[in-house]
C-alpha cells in the first residue's frame, strides 16, 4: 500500500471511446504526476500539478486531458486515442521536492 | 536530451551475488534518485543522494555519485530473488525549481534461485 490508487487497473477502450482515469492519494502531498510508461522507453512525464494548479505539461497531446479538483485527487480524461497510447500510466505524488509515491498504474489498451 | 540512461538493461545473477548497475546523466542536479518496480506494479522509492554526497547506505544498497562524471551507481549486495524487478534512476527536481523528474529505461534485473 503506497498511499496512491488508481483505478481502473486495466482498461480496453476503442479509439472513438472516451474513458478517464483516476488517482487519489491518501498522504497530505501537495504535488501530483501524470507519467506515461512504455516498452523499452523511458518513464515519459505528462502532467505536474502542484496545489492543484498545472506547472508542467509536457507536451502532451490534446486527446489527453488533465483535471486535478483539489490535491487529493487527479483524473486523466482521455478522448481520441491512438493505437500508440496503449501503455501504463502511472500517478504519483510527493511533498514539495520530497521522493514521490506511485500508484500501481492502469494498463491501457486501444483497440 | 535524455537524462539517467541506466546500464546495463538487463542483467542475470545468481542469488547471493551482488548486483551493480549505472546511471548516467547530463545537466547539473540537485539530487539522484533510484527506483525499483515489480512487475505490474508502480515505481517504489528506494534512496535519494544529494549533489554534496559521494556515498550513501542502506541495508544492502549501496549508492555513490560522482557529479564530476554525472553518473551513479547502485549495489545491491547479496542479492536475493525477491530483488527480482526493474530499477531507474531520476534526477530532479531540477534547479528551476519545478518538480520535473527525470527517468532513464531502467535495468532489469533478475536474481535466479
Known amino acids: 500500500e503506497t498511499g496512491v490508487t488508481q483505478t481502473p487497473r486495466h482498461l480496453v477502450m476503442g479509439m472513438t471511446n472516451k474513458k478517464s482515469l483516476k488517482c487519489e492519494q491518501h498522504l497530505g502531498h501537495n504535488a501530483m504526476y501524470w507519467y506515461k510508461q512504455s516498452a523499452k522507453k523511458p518513464l515519459e512525464l505528462m502532467f505536474v500539478?502542484?496545489?492543484?494548479?498545472?506547472?508542467e505539461n509536457n507536451s502532451v497531446p490534446s486527446r489527453f486531458s488533465p483535471e486535478c479538483p483539489n490535491s487529493s485527487h487527479l483524473f486523466l480524461h482521455l478522448h481520441t486515442l491512438q493505437p500508440e497510447d496503449s501503455a501504463l500510466y502511472l500517478c504519483?505524488?510527493?511533498?514539495?521536492?520530497?521522493?514521490?509515491?506511485f500508484g500501481d498504474g492502469t494498463r491501457l489498451s486501444i483497440l | 536530451s535524455q537524462q539517467g540512461e541506466e546500464d546495463p538493461q538487463a542483467l542475470s545473477i545468481q542469488e547471493g551475488e551482488n548486483a551493480t548497475m549505472n546511471c548516467s546523466y547530463k545537466t547539473s542536479i540537485n539530487n539522484l534518485q533510484w527506483y525499483r518496480q515489480n512487475s505490474g506494479r508502480g515505481l517504489v522509492h528506494l534512496i535519494l543522494?544529494?549533489?554534496?554526497?559521494r556515498e550513501k547506505h542502506s541495508g544492502r544498497l549501496r549508492v555513490t555519485l560522482d557529479t564530476s562524471k554525472k553518473s551513479s551507481s547502485l549495489l545491491i549486495t547479496a542479492s536475493r530473488a525477491a530483488d527480482t524487478a526493474s530499477y531507474f534512476c531520476?534526477?530532479?527536481?531540477?534547479?528551476?525549481?519545478?518538480?520535473?523528474?527525470?527517468f532513464g529505461t531502467g535495468t532489469r534485473l533478475k536474481v535466479l534461485a
Open positions: 543522494i544529494r549533489s554534496n554526497e
Open positions: 531520476a534526477t530532479g527536481p531540477t534547479t528551476s525549481g519545478t518538480y520535473k523528474y527525470i
Open positions: 504519483a505524488s510527493s511533498q514539495g521536492s520530497q521522493p514521490q509515491h
Open positions: 500539478y502542484n496545489f492543484k494548479e498545472q506547472t
